[in-house]
């Protein structure tokens, strides 16, 4: 049934982006060398305690780190040239903020071999024939701006960050056109402010956690606000400075646009007046075009999709809040969703006034069933239960697929196709990038073993058959004639991941890689079925 001899790269449109993903530091290594200053996972992942209180971040990574990870930063050729023989035309990496400014302020000062490091690797990308897509922030904030101000929870990192994205733009935007801002609000919120399980790793006392400190009814909504303004502040810098457009695309109030089933969320057209996308600005001259990047800049969300748990007005609507809680709404329109307004009430910051930005990464890996909650602890309040949902893997008592061992992962290809279609409906069929998708497996530590992954190379064949079925489905009748296929504008799909490598608080263990590391034997590479399944379906 996943054969591909009738279906293939040629199934998507011949400029579309296929590619595998990194983040510098489940990759990189070399954390302590060439002048890279520390970042906050630097102190999670060896339990050093933040400066501003004496507790350690116990237990949370069961010792291991990313101090050498697969030894990207001395073996990247070798990598690119893997993705060159698989077919691939993208690659999808990110820059460690501390490595090129080791405090996290500008003023500080640069590393120049930081620098010099990410011109070679983007250099490499290109030579072997592919796109470099390049993430601002994979979530190693640097420690001295948590020492300074409590990082995300400081409404002044928006300036650092800022400051931060222009230096990338002026040393690499010459020749990386697919910025990514930032990766992953949600889950940076979700697990670093509520749950503490990832760095800087706070939440609430009553959670019992071993948290440093925290408020999960608060700190992931102002850590998410600065988030969103500093991916605006970002892209603001960009659209200044470095990018000048052909066209102008301001988009005005329109009262039609709030076509969703979704009503808790809609919202009146008064609301989208700041919603503006492009700076206008005087016709340069033709060489003075020349300088200008050109380049196309968006955010990385994460969403899961939400299947009511039952076939009940409480459940769909439980469904949808899940969803609203996701942070789409206010990239695309500039505010918070009315039901977030309405649940959160004033723990939740207000825009002043938002730039909001229309091509997006999208992460998908997996769908629960949701159901409502009627009763509400009004005390020990909490960012992952503010949207009132019961989200569950399983419905009386049949998993929703098979199960992936981590992150409470499941595979359901058909969720991906159902996220894509709500986003075309809801936000007017955004540009889509899908900058992560892709498969864990616990605890298979021989290479034999791992190299032996059918059931990765299967949920590579279904997920991009639920992408092109959604790129495909002219299900609602009316879309823009701005692309061919009559439904979802997806323009590319990057995997997740590469290699296998340094997977956050879960360690070593979960791999996601298409290509095996045997990190019992210098880290060695050995391609996976799933590689070969790649090439097969890229090369065909
Ligand atoms: C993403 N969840 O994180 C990250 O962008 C990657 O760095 C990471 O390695 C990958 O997914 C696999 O986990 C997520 O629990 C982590 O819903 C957890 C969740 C979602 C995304």
Not at 37 to 46: A, K, L, R, V
Request: hydrophobic content about 35%.
């Amino acid at each position: 049934p996943h054969s591909i001899s009738y279906y293939n790269r040629t199934s998507f449109p011949s400029d579309f982006l296929f590619g595998t993903a990194s983040a510098a530091y489940q990759y990189e290594g070399a954390a302590f060398e060439y002048g890279r200053g520390p970042s906050i996972w630097d102190n999670f992942t060896h339990q050093w305690p933040n400066s501003s209180s004496n507790l350690t971040f116990a237990e949370k990574t069961n010792g291991e780190n990313g101090d050498v990870a697969t030894d990207f930063y001395h073996r990247y050729k070798g990598d690119t040239q893997i993705m060159k023989f698989l077919g691939m035309n993208a690659f999808r990496f990110s820059i460690s903020w501390s490595r090129i400014i080791p405090t996290g302020k500008l003023k500080d000062g640069v590393n120049p071999k930081g620098i010099l490091f990410y011109k070679n690797l983007i250099d490499d990308i290109i030579a072997k024939g592919m796109v470099p897509m390049a993430t601002l922030f994979h979530w190693d904030l640097p420690q001295g701006l948590e020492d300074a101000y409590g990082g995300f929870l400081s409404s002044k990192v928006v300036a650092d960050f800022a400051d931060f994205a222009d230096l990338c733009y002026k040393h690499f935007g010459d020749r990386v056109k697919y910025w990514i801002t930032l990766n992953e609000p949600w889950t940076f919120c979700w697990q670093g402010y509520d749950i503490g399980t990832l760095a800087p790793g706070r939440c609430s006392a009553w959670m019992n956690r071993n948290c440093t400190g925290g408020n999960s009814g608060t700190e992931p909504y102002i850590v998410g606000h600065n988030m969103l303004l500093s991916h605006a502040a970002a892209v603001k810098v960009y659209r200044d400075r470095y990018q000048v457009a052909k066209s102008c695309n301001i988009k005005s109030s329109s009262s039609s646009s709030s076509s969703s089933s979704s009503s808790s969320s809609s919202s009146p057209s008064s609301s989208f007046n700041s919603f503006i996308f492009l700076v206008v600005r005087s016709q340069p001259s033709n060489q003075a075009l020349e300088k200008y990047q050109k380049g196309k800049i968006g955010i990385t969300l994460v969403s899961h999709w939400f299947i009511p748990y039952h076939n009940t007005t409480a459940d769909s609507d439980a469904a949808r809040r899940a969803i609203d809680f996701m942070f789409m709404t206010p990239i695309h329109y500039g505010h918070y969703p009315k039901i977030m307004q309405k649940n959160v009430g004033s723990r939740l910051p207000s825009f002043t006034a938002a730039e909001t930005v229309i091509v997006n990464g999208l992460n998908y890996y997996t769908s629960n069933y949701a159901a409502d909650v009627s009763y509400v602890n009004p005390v020990n309040l909490s960012f992952s239960t503010d949207n009132h949902a019961n989200l569950t893997t399983h419905r009386d008592g049949v998993s929703i697929g098979i199960p992936e061992g981590v992150n409470d992962f499941y595979v359901y290809p058909q969720g991906l196709t159902d996220l894509l279609l709500y986003i075309m409906t809801k936000y007017q069929n955004p540009t889509v990038y899908i900058t992560e998708n892709g498969m864990g497996q616990v605890d298979v530590h021989e290479v034999e073993k791992g190299v032996n992954d059918p059931q990765r190379a299967v949920f590579y064949a279904d997920h991009l058959k639920a992408v092109e079925t959604a790129m495909n489905s002219l299900i609602f009748g009316t879309n823009p004639a701005s692309h061919d296929r009559g439904g979802a504008n997806v323009k590319g799909y990057i995997a997740w991941s590469f290699s296998d490598n340094f997977e956050w608080s879960a360690g070593y263990n979960p791999r996601f890689g298409i290509v095996y590391i045997d990190y019992k034997k210098n880290l060695t590479r050995h391609l996976k079925r799933s590689a070969y399944w790649f090439k097969k379906f890229l090369l065909a």
